[in-house]
C-alpha cells in the first residue's frame, strides 16, 4: 500500500459544485502540504499543517478550504469549483525541518 | 517572498553529464531540495542541501552556494530513464513550507 493516499485519482465535475480531495497518510508525519501543478507552473502551494491544530494558507489559497481531521488525514474542498482549477493536485508529507516531503500520486480533476 | 529561477528545457545525450542550475532569491531558508518529477507522477525527492558545497549520491550531485544564492544539480552518465522535470525546492524557516521552483525539463535523446 502507499505510504500516500489520494482519493480519487481523477474527477470531473461541474462548475459550481462543492467538491472534496481526501489525503490520508501512513508515516506518522505531523505535516502534511496541498499543491497544485499547472503545465508550465511547477507547483504552487495551496494550504500546509503542521500539526492537527494548525493551519496556513498558501501561495493560492483563495477559493479552497482544508481540514485536518487527524494526524493522518487532511482534506482540500473546493467549495465551488470554477474551470480555471482544472489541474493536477498532490498531497504530501514531511516528518520535521531538513527531511524530505512524500508525495500522493495525484488527483487529477477537470472542471467543466 | 521567494523567487525560484531554472531554464525551462534542457536537451542532453545518453551517456553526457548535463547541470541544471537554479537562482533563487529569498530572505532567509532553511535548506534546499532538488526532486524529479516524471511526467504525470508525483515528485520523489533527489538530493538536500543544508550547507555549502558539494551533495554527491550515485549519479547526481547538488551544490549550495549561499552567498550567491545559486544551486545546481549534476547528472552524469546520462540515461534515457532520467527523461523527467527537475525541480529546485527551497525550505523556508520555521514554520514555513516548501516552495517549488517551475521546474526544468530534461529530455535525454539517444
Known amino acids: 500500500d502507499a505510504d500516500v493516499t489520494q482519493t480519487p485519482r481523477n474527477r470531473i465535475t461541474k462548475t459550481g459544485k462543492r467538491i472534496m480531495l481526501e489525503c490520508s497518510q501512513t508515516?506518522?508525519?505531523?505535516?502534511m502540504y496541498w499543491y497544485r501543478q499547472d503545465p508550465g507552473l511547477g507547483l504552487q502551494l495551496i494550504y500546509y499543517?503542521?500539526?492537527?491544530?494548525?493551519?496556513n494558507k498558501g501561495e493560492i489559497s483563495d477559493g479552497y478550504s482544508v481540514s485536518r481531521q487527524a494526524q493522518a488525514k487532511f482534506s482540500l474542498s473546493l467549495e465551488s469549483a470554477i474551470p480555471n482549477q482544472t489541474a493536477l493536485y498532490f498531497c504530501?508529507?514531511?516528518?520535521?525541518?531538513?527531511?524530505?516531503?512524500?508525495f500522493g500520486q495525484g488527483t487529477r480533476l477537470t472542471v467543466v | 517572498g521567494q523567487n525560484i529561477d531554472q531554464p525551462t528545457e534542457m536537451t542532453a545525450t545518453e551517456g553526457a553529464i548535463v547541470q541544471i542550475n537554479c537562482t533563487y532569491q529569498?530572505?532567509?531558508?532553511?535548506?534546499l531540495f532538488w526532486y524529479q518529477q516524471h511526467a504525470g507522477e508525483a515528485p520523489t525527492f533527489l538530493s538536500y542541501?543544508?550547507?555549502?558545497g558539494l551533495e554527491e549520491k550515485g549519479r547526481f550531485s547538488s551544490f549550495l552556494s549561499r552567498s550567491k544564492g545559486y544551486s545546481y544539480l549534476l547528472l552524469k552518465e546520462l540515461q534515457m530513464k532520467d527523461s523527467a522535470s527537475y525541480l529546485c525546492v527551497l525550505e523556508g524557516q520555521a514554520g514555513t513550507a516548501l516552495i517549488f521552483g517551475k521546474g526544468t525539463t530534461l529530455s535525454v535523446s539517444s
Open positions: 504530501a508529507t514531511s516528518d520535521r525541518t531538513g527531511t524530505e516531503a512524500f
Open positions: 508515516k506518522g508525519h505531523d505535516r
Open positions: 542541501n543544508v550547507l555549502d
Open positions: 529569498t530572505s532567509g531558508f532553511n535548506g
Open positions: 499543517s503542521f500539526d492537527v491544530k494548525d493551519i
